[in-house]
């Protein structure tokens, strides 16, 4: 059995990232970015006016009411190109070029406009009402780094320094199979001893959500031969899988080769776990098969034909929690992700939490904010790992250490979901 910190040290050893591409903008949200993006262009290009105002020399405005003459005008997009003089004034709009020989802009509700002149009625002040040329950015300096998730709010930016294409990182393929023979396709309803299958839609859903391209594969009897076919064709070992006397649902077809194979259910010690038997069967190198951790403690990592296999135990809280500590980091890792974790932090406990002996917990918890501004956490009435109907309001995890507890007011640590 290894702690948490060392089978994320192996999968960071093992997995690296994949070859980059290019995407237009339009789709780059939630990719990583594979380039250093610097700014091609000071940003403002010009020194730009804030106000629908003139446009004058501070010097001119010292004794109010001062009168100058209008010369012309500069509109956003049509600037004025001449050099301005003493005693003269240029009406200018929101976001148009200032003029050369101009330092100020007076907005045009304390100006009054007379016949080819202006009277500015209050004194400007040198830069006044102007965005100087790149006060927000210099050209060439760097705006975001290799590494980084693009998000919504970073489109403007790429778009504004002509990213029209960015080269992020390929998307790793997910495939998933979820074995059980009590396991039934969502849509249909379970038999006596039938349960359905949760676990292939959230992985689905997870693997998405930390950038991987996903898919699903058929469900897979608790059958060593079937589950050795399924495993072996989905890492590219056979080309395609035999026909089975187990009646299989189809899933979404035959994935592209995947990158990561994540297959559920089968990896405890039961007489029915073929997992680990048929992973070791394929040759498959074995990073770890044995976390301390609760739960997930069957969990298994390995390296099977140029794939990586997670073998994760079935309950779906399990399947989650070791999705969130262990697939994500890989499909973080493959993408050249700087942030590979889910974000860190501290809270409050409003309630003991219980934790395990020889291995740490991991419980999915909510979170609320008390009277005193504190971010505090409650439990989701766990009761076990199969209780994945609270999980559904799950907003973080919390860090319990092995061998010990939770009191009420404790400051946990968290990864916020
Ligand atoms: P296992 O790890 O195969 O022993 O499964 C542990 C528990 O998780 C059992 O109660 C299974 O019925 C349940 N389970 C396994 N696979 C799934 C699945 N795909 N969807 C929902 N529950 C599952
Ligand atoms: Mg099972």
Same mark, same amino acid.
């Given at each position: 059995?290894?702690?948490?910190?060392?089978?994320? %040290?192996?999968?960071?050893?093992?997995?690296?990232?994949?070859?980059?591409?290019?995407?237009?903008?339009?789709?780059?949200?939630?990719?990583?970015?594979?380039?250093?993006?610097?700014?091609?262009?000071?940003?403002?290009?010009?020194?730009?006016?804030?106000?629908?105002?003139?446009?004058?020399?501070?010097?001119?405005?010292?004794?109010?009411?001062?009168?100058?003459?209008?010369?012309?005008?500069?509109?956003?997009?049509?600037?004025?190109?001449?050099?301005?003089?003493?005693?003269?004034?240029?009406?200018?709009?929101?976001?148009?070029?200032?003029? @050369?020989?101009?330092?100020?802009?007076? %907005?045009?509700?304390?100006?009054?406009?007379?016949?080819?002149?202006?009277?500015?009625? @209050?004194?400007?002040?040198? =830069?006044?009402?102007?965005?100087?040329?790149?006060?927000?950015?210099?050209?060439?300096?760097?705006?975001?780094?290799?590494? @980084?998730?693009?998000?919504?709010?970073?489109?403007?930016?790429?778009?504004?320094?002509?990213?029209?294409?960015?080269?992020?990182?390929?998307?790793?393929?997910?495939?998933?199979?979820?074995?059980?023979?009590?396991?039934?396709?969502?849509?249909?309803?379970?038999?006596?001893?039938?349960?359905?299958?949760?676990?292939?839609?959230?992985?689905?859903?997870?693997?998405?959500?930390?950038?991987?391209?996903?898919?699903?594969?058929?469900?897979?009897?608790?059958?060593?031969?079937?589950?050795?076919?399924?495993?072996?064709?989905?890492?590219?070992?056979?080309?395609?899988?035999?026909?089975?006397?187990?009646?299989?649902?189809?899933?979404?077809?035959?994935?592209?080769?995947?990158?990561?194979?994540?297959?559920?259910?089968?990896?405890?010690?039961?007489?029915?776990?073929?997992?680990?038997?048929?992973?070791?069967?394929?040759?498959?190198?074995?990073?770890?098969?044995?976390?301390?951790?609760?739960?997930?403690?069957?969990?298994?990592?390995?390296?099977?034909?140029?794939?990586?296999?997670?073998?994760?135990?079935?309950?779906?809280?399990?399947?989650?929690?070791?999705?969130?500590?262990?697939?994500?980091?890989?499909?973080?890792?493959?993408?050249?992700?700087?942030?590979? @974790?889910?974000?860190?932090?501290?809270?409050?406990?409003?309630?003991?939490? %219980?934790?395990?002996?020889?291995?740490?917990?991991?419980?999915?918890?909510? =979170?609320?904010?008390?009277?005193?501004?504190?971010?505090?956490?409650?439990?989701?009435?766990?009761?076990?790992?199969?209780?994945?109907?609270?999980?559904?309001?799950?907003?973080?995890?919390?860090?319990?250490?092995?061998?010990?507890?939770?009191?009420?007011?404790?400051?946990?640590?968290?990864?916020?979901?």
């Amino acid at each position: 059995m290894i702690p948490i910190a060392e089978a994320e %040290k192996i999968i960071d050893r093992e997995v690296s990232p994949l070859k980059p591409e290019t995407v237009g903008i339009e789709n780059a949200v939630g990719r990583v970015l594979a380039e250093t993006i610097r700014a091609d262009m000071d940003l403002p290009p010009f020194d730009r006016s804030q106000m629908d105002g003139f446009a004058v020399r501070a010097a001119d405005t010292k004794h109010p009411p001062s009168h100058l003459r209008i010369i012309g005008e500069s509109v956003a997009g049509t600037g004025f190109d001449r050099k301005m003089k003493p005693g003269e004034a240029v009406r200018i709009m929101t976001g148009a070029r200032v003029p @050369e020989g101009a330092d100020g802009v007076q %907005k045009v509700e304390l100006t009054k406009e007379n016949y080819g002149f202006v009277e500015i009625l @209050e004194t400007v002040r040198h =830069l006044q009402n102007i965005n100087q040329r790149a006060s927000e950015i210099k050209k060439g300096a760097r705006v975001f780094g290799k590494g @980084e998730t693009v998000s919504e709010q970073m489109i403007a930016a790429l778009a504004a320094f002509g990213c029209a294409d960015v080269k992020v990182f390929q998307k790793p393929q997910v495939s998933i199979i979820s074995t059980g023979s009590e396991i039934v396709p969502i849509a249909e309803t379970p038999s006596r001893d039938q349960i359905r299958n949760s676990n292939s839609v959230m992985l689905k859903a997870l693997a998405e959500g930390a950038g991987a391209a996903a898919g699903i594969l058929p469900q897979v009897h608790d059958d060593f031969e079937t589950l050795k076919n399924h495993i072996a064709a989905a890492v590219g070992l056979i080309a395609e899988v035999p026909i089975s006397k187990f009646r299989i649902n189809k899933g979404e077809g035959q994935a592209p080769k995947s990158k990561i194979l994540i297959v559920t259910g089968g990896v405890s010690v039961g007489d029915y776990d073929f997992t680990k038997p048929v992973l070791r069967e394929l040759g498959a190198e074995i990073f770890f098969e044995k976390v301390s951790l609760k739960p997930g403690k069957p969990t298994v990592f390995a390296r099977l034909n140029d794939s990586f296999v997670f073998g994760l135990p079935g309950n779906p809280v399990s399947v989650a929690v070791t999705f969130y500590l262990f697939v994500r980091r890989a499909v973080r890792q493959m993408q050249g992700a700087k942030n590979i @974790e889910l974000k860190r932090g501290h809270a409050v406990c409003a309630e003991p939490i %219980k934790g395990a002996k020889e291995r740490d917990s991991v419980l999915p918890v909510s =979170l609320s904010t008390d009277k005193k501004g504190r971010l505090t956490i409650e439990t989701l009435r766990f009761s076990g790992s199969s209780n994945f109907i609270a999980f559904a309001r799950a907003d973080a995890l919390v860090l319990v250490p092995k061998n010990s507890s939770l009191e009420k007011s404790d400051v946990a640590e968290i990864f916020f979901l």
